[in-house]
Every structure is written in C-alpha cells, then in structure tokens.
C-alpha cells in the first residue's frame, strides 16, 4: 500500500517523477499541488492531446497528463485560490466537463501495489512453471539415469525460490486462518504445494522416477491467476466507489463575526456556527435559520416531494436542498439526536440483523477442505499400514492431495465474477463485491423508492393546456425572471407569447412579482398570495385582485421506468412501490405504472419494517432507492441497487451502482446475475467431475506427474472458457 | 546428451531475461493506463520525452 502523505496536508501527494522534473521550469513560481479532475468525455487520441494541450499551457499548470482508462486527467499546478475554478473552466472551454476530484480519498486506490504484487508473483509462477514443464516432459519422455537426475535437480532448483516467492499469498493466508483454529482453501493449497516439493526433493536425493515440481508450480500458477482475477474485480469496483466519493468533499461556508465567509471542512464546524446556504446548495448540518426566507427541498431526506418553506428560527435538516432564497443558518446539530445519525443508528441495526450468507465460494471450501485432508490421510495411513513402506505412503498421500488440489475451483468463482463484473461495469452497473451478485441471483421481489429512484426527481408541469390567454402569458413572463426551480420548470413546460412585465423582482423565500398593464402580478408560494396550500407541489399566480390560480406540478416517471417493470414481470419478480411521498402521489404512479402493492408515507424505520416483514414471508427482496431515507432499507434488504446520483450514505449503503442513471440496466443485471450462479455452479460441476475420475487412480497409488499436469492445465482452461462465454455478448 | 549442459542454460537465460523485462515494465507504471498507451500512438506530437 502507498503511504498516505502527512496528516497536515491529505492533498499533497507526492507528485510522480514526471511532474516534479517538469515543476522546476520557469514559469512557475508558487509550490505545486497535485489536481484530480474526472472528465468522462475524454474517449480518443485527439481528446488527451487537446486536454493536455489546453491545460499545460496554462498560466500556473507544470504538467497535465490524461489517463484514458480511467477517464482522469492529473496535473500538477500551482497551489493557489481559485486554481480548481480556473482548470475547470479551461476543461470546460474546450468542450470536456470536468469534475474535480478529492486527491487524498483517492490516494488508497490510486496505486493498486496488491495487484502489481500478484502480477509478479504470477510472472514469477509462470515463468518457472513452463521451464520446469520443459525438462519434466524430458523426464517424461523417457529421460534416465543421471541425465533423469540432471533434469530434476535443475528443476529443483527453479521450483523451491520460485514456490517460495510465488505462494506467500497463500502461505501467509493458511497460517492466519490456522492461527484462529478454522481451515480455509488455503490450507490445502499450502499443504499440497509444500508437501510437493518436500517428497520431489526427497525423490530427487534418492535417484527416483516421479518429481512433482511442475505440479507445484503449475498449482500456484492458475491459483494466482484466480486470485489476481479476484483481485481485479474487486479493485475496479473500489476505485469507481472512490470516485464517487471523491466527488463530494463536504464543505461549509462559515460566516465569521465580521461578516466575511470562509469555507471549511465540516468537521471544523461548532455548535452555534453561523452558516451561510446560497440557494442550490444542501444544507451542512442541522440548524435553524437565522435570517432570510426560503424553501426546503426535503426528497433526499424523507421522499417528499412537496417543498417545505422556512424563516427565521424553523428548522432545517442537514442534506436538504435550498431551494430558493439565502439564508443564514445556526448550527445546532452535531450531535447524536440529528435525523441523519438517527438514520444512521438504523442502518447499523439492519446492517448486523442481515443474515450472514455464505457465498458459493465459501460453503464450496467448506465441504473441501476437510474432505482433502481427510483423504490424504486415509491414503497415507491405508497405504502405510498395508505394505509396511512408508516413503511410498507419503509419495501416494502427496499425489492425492495435488491431485485433488483445487485449481479448477479456485478459477470456479473468480473467473466468473471476473468476467460478469466486466460485462456490468460495460452496460454501466458497479458491483461492490461478487456476493452481492449471487444474492441477486435469488432474488423474487423488488421494493422501488418513488422519488428520484422511479421519478426523475425533478418537476414538470402537469396540465400546461390548463392555462390559457393573458393569464398563460403573464405566467410565461414571471417563471422567465425567476431561477426558482418551480419556475424554471413552468418556463420550460409552457409556449406561445410572453407578457411584457414592469419592475420585476424577487421576494427570496416566497416568489416573484412584478407589474402588468398597471396591476401587480405575482407567482409563488400559497400562503403569500393568500390562498390555501393543497397536497400537491404547486405554484400560484395571482393577477391584481382575482382569485390566485394553482399551477400544479408533478414528478414524471423516468422515460426507462415502464419497459423495465415489463422486464421484472417477465422475469417473474413481484414488484413493489414504497415511499415516503405523500398517498396522493404514491397512488398516482403506482397506478400509471400498474403496481399493485405499494405503501405511501413510510419513515425510514417503517420502510425496513416493510422489508422484515416481507422476508419472513420467505421472500428474497431487491431494494432500489437513491434517498437517505431508503439507506436502513438498502442495508437490510438481501440486495440493493442505487443510481450513481443518489446520496452518499445510500451509495455506501448499496450493494451495486448504477453509473449512468439508467434504470433499465436492473433487468440486464437480475439477467447476468442468474447467468453467473448458473456457470459457477456448472463450474464446480466441472472440478468435481475431474476429482471424480482422478481421485480414485491416486488413492490407488496409480497417479503420474504426467496425469496430474494434464488435468490440472485442461480442467482449468476448460473452467475458465466456461466463465467467458458469460462476458462475450456485447 | 552433454549438448543439455548448453541449451538448458541458453533457454533458462533466455526465460530469465523475458522475466526480468516483465519486471520493469511493472515498475515503470506501464500498465498503468493501458489504453491511454494504446491510443497516444496515434497522436502526431512528437514527444521527446516519453512517460
């Protein structure tokens, strides 16, 4: 692992060779910091010239180096205010929208040192395994006598470093799971590979026939091969979720005593803080508002989707969304009784009521490994017992457990996953781990969050036809000024002319008015046109003294929502719909999606209430939502899937990502997922076949080094095609 | 058999050296950006100073 850089400054990494030699040129005078920016759109050779370009002729940048695979560009550049802005904005102007990356959160997965240290102890394995190979199928071929001996003392003498650098993986993993008194796969691995060249040096002092050292090797070959496979699966899956975190550096914005706004980390952040929330920005921390008037979008936090307004002195949650005018609040909440830790508190419950589900991969070794030893032993006592000749007992007992070794189901799993997790990670679905892929699989009911999981979680208009002559046009003009979201999306949803307004402004907090042929027009909140506020999100307009009239708005259903419940049904799960909304909404869509079973108003507690209840019906629940709301839900049910704009703590909480927001990869996913058990249990079918028939002819004591290397090599190769063909369809 | 003692040696030189190289380009970070590499072939710059 890379040592993370000193604690006083997490962002300065050490900067790599490259940007420090080019960092002492001339143009640069302030010390330089390492930038991380994340640009998806960077696909082609002409792209990293062009951002590579745009960004080392900079004022201030010393070096900028594109990684394609990873969709980054790195720079290193003057660590000044404002720098991150500038970059972005250069990103920008040539065409690639940039997101700035948290280069400490980055930092443990930038270096995968685990997966180049596999990768060299595999080189090292395959490296001796073919050169031992060589002089075995001499040996084989009918080498003898000194020539015989040659040969196994040369092979003896690549084999024994060769095992003893390659296998530390697996040495150092038996000797743990020794030391806690349980049998892992490791430790017949470890026995088998030890065992193999203690009884081959043996044979080789002694002159005799059969050496097993390309047995050894070709063992720890395939073997890291799976683990390295492993490995990869699993690296991808924590470099993107890193990504994704890093994307989010929580920050406040304190008002000091003399009215000059710093920006700190939220940890720094005290009881009694001032802060100030600029409308758009989510709230840090629990507090209430001090000054100014706006509303709360609360969908995040609870699903609802009408807005909540607030003044001085109401309460406002952490992680809602300001959506109107500025306020200044004061931090209360940095304690245990914020609704978030209260979330939280739930989300450790669920975390350590799911029941602990043995992977494939586990309950496969669970039958193994005892069963391995115990037919070594039986081997070695039978044999030692019966013909009185001991060295023939070890030989016979080290055949059974090499032959018996497992190569193939050590690829079984891996492979698989390798290969699944690939063709997910290509449709845009990040696994976290490979188990959450077998729970999948078992799924037979899927529980949707509406808002922002079904919905698109932002507003249309619902009856644009409604609104008609003056009234449409005084409307269209108001919604125009105005960057509320209401309004926004009453400009986009309506057409035709626009009314020429007089001396329009904004009352932050409550809406926007302005003059009309000598009268005041105003659009916005209920209460401040004096009418009463419904159960729907709605806007209101008021022209001179008329009645004010409601402009109703509603939450669309995402364009991929219908096809993929068609999808679901077919693949024969039961769906349902529970949120936190409000009946009227929930009912709406529920019917115009045709979900039979669904529960509105639901707390976060009643949601994982709903799930318990549920899987003691004997049901295996997939749970799909995006809000904090959903979080104790998405750690309690059997499997969770969140959309990659979903908040933080449900991204963690989620067992896969759904990176490009596109809802109908689910279906393809439950299809892969049943897909991937299916191979992984055919391939234990397939090594199990194989110890069938070799098994008996090494307890027999007929097992040849030449037998063993051809099974080992084809049941894995065979093995290993078979998980494949689960990634070729593109 | 003694032309063994030659070849044998030969190859496993010859393994070793494939090794080694294997070795370097792990630690030279060249696997580090795999189709990054694969595309700035492409790329008309002339870039005297490979990285």
């Not at chain 1, 193994?368 to 009185?388: D, E, I, K, R, S």
Request: some cysteine; charged content about 20%.
């Amino acid at each position: 692992m890379e040592r993370s850089a000193p604690a006083v400054c997490p962002a300065c990494i050490p900067l790599p060779d490259w940007a420090r030699a080019v960092g002492d040129g001339a143009k640069v005078e302030a010390p330089l910091r390492r930038y991380e920016f994340a640009v998806p759109a960077v696909h082609c050779a002409a792209c990293m010239t062009t951002v590579e370009d745009a960004l080392s002729n900079l004022q201030g940048v010393a070096a900028a180096r594109v990684n394609l695979t990873l969709k980054r560009v790195t720079l290193s550049a003057a660590d000044i205010p404002g720098m991150e802005a500038r970059l972005i904005e250069r990103l920008g102007a040539v065409g690639y929208a940039a997101q700035p990356l948290d280069s400490a959160t980055l930092a443990a997965t930038r270096n995968d040192a685990a997966g180049r240290d596999l990768l060299a102890r595999i080189a090292v394995a395959g490296f001796a395994a073919m050169n031992v190979m060589l002089l075995s199928v001499s040996v084989w071929s009918g080498a003898s006598d000194a020539t015989r001996d040659l040969l196994h003392w040369i092979s003896a003498l690549i084999a024994v470093p060769a095992v003893a650098f390659a296998g530390v993986p697996f040495f150092s993993s038996a000797l743990s799971a020794l030391r806690v008194r349980r049998l892992n796969m490791d430790v017949p691995i470890s026995l088998a590979m030890i065992l193999a060249l203690a009884v081959s040096m043996a044979e080789t002092m002694e002159g005799g026939e059969a050496a097993w050292f390309d047995a050894a090797l070709t063992l720890a070959f395939f073997l890291l091969v799976g683990r390295y496979l492993d490995h990869r699966t699993r690296a991808a899956a924590r470099s993107a979720a890193a990504e994704l975190a890093a994307l989010e550096v929580p920050m406040a914005r304190r008002v000091g005593a003399d009215g000059a706004v710093e920006i700190v980390a939220l940890d720094a952040v005290r009881t009694g803080d001032r802060l100030a929330v600029a409308p758009g920005a989510r709230v840090p921390v629990d507090g209430t508002v001090a000054t100014g008037h706006s509303e709360m979008d609360t969908a995040l936090l609870t699903g609802e989707t009408l807005p909540e307004a607030v003044g001085p002195g109401d309460v406002v949650r952490a992680g809602t969304l300001n959506i109107s005018g500025a306020l200044e609040i004061s931090a209360t909440g940095v304690g245990e009784d914020t609704l978030l830790k209260q979330i939280m508190r739930l989300v450790e419950t669920a975390e350590t009521a799911r029941n602990t589900y043995t992977s494939l991969a586990d309950a496969a070794a669970r039958i193994y490994a005892p069963l391995v030893h115990l037919l070594a032993l039986v081997a070695l006592v039978a044999w030692g017992a019966a013909t009185g000749d001991w060295r023939l007992a070890v030989n016979i007992a080290a055949a059974v457990l090499i032959i018996t070794c497992p190569c193939a189901l050590g690829l079984a799993v891996p492979a698989v996953l390798a290969a699944a997790s690939g063709r997910l990670f290509r449709a845009g679905v990040l696994l976290k781990d490979g188990v959450a892929l077998e729970r999948l699989a078992a799924v037979d009911t899927v529980v949707f969050d509406k808002t922002g999981t079904l919905t698109l979680g932002d507003l249309r208009l619902h009856a644009p036809d409604a609104l008609q002559g003056d009234a449409r046009a005084v409307a269209r003009g108001l919604a125009q000024a105005s960057q509320h979201p209401l309004a926004r999306a009453l400009a986009a949803g309506l057409n035709g002319p626009i009314a020429a307004l007089e001396g329009l402004h904004e009352v932050p907090g409550f809406g926007i008015e302005g003059q009309w042929q000598g009268q005041r027009v105003r659009l916005g909140r209920a209460e401040w046109l004096g009418a009463a506020p419904g159960d729907v999100t709605a806007t209101w307009l008021k022209i001179g003294p008329a009645a004010p009239i409601e402009i109703a708005f509603e939450d669309s259903p995402r364009p991929e929502v219908p096809e993929l419940l068609a999808a679901l049904r077919a693949r024969g799960l039961a769906l349902h719909l529970l949120s936190g909304d409000g009946a009227a909404p929930v009912a709406a869509l529920a019917g115009q999606l045709g979900l039979e079973h669904w529960q509105a108003g639901a707390t976060p507690a009643e949601k994982v209430d709903y799930l318990a209840a549920l899987s003691a019906k004997g049901h295996k629940v997939l749970m799909v939502g995006d809000g904090l709301n959903d979080t104790a839900a998405l750690a309690a049910a059997h499997v969770s899937i969140s959309p990659a704009s979903a908040a933080d703590a449900s991204r963690t909480s989620a067992d896969m990502i759904i990176i490009g927001n596109n809802l109908g990869q689910i279906a393809l996913a439950h299809e892969i997922a049943v897909k991937a058990r299916r191979r992984i249990l055919e391939n234990f079918s397939i090594a199990a076949l194989y110890n069938l028939v070799s098994v008996p002819l090494a307890l027999a004591g007929v097992a040849t080094p030449l037998m063993a290397a051809i099974a080992m090599s084809s049941s894995s190769i065979v093995v290993s095609v078979n998980a494949m063909r689960l990634g070729w369809r593109k | 058999m003694t032309v063994l003692l030659i070849l044998i040696p030969v190859s496993l030189g010859l393994g070793l050296l494939g090794l080694a190289a294997f070795f370097w380009s792990l630690k030279d970070q060249q696997y580090d950006d795999p189709e990054g590499q694969a595309a700035r072939i492409l790329s008309d710059r002339y870039d005297d100073e490979p990285r």
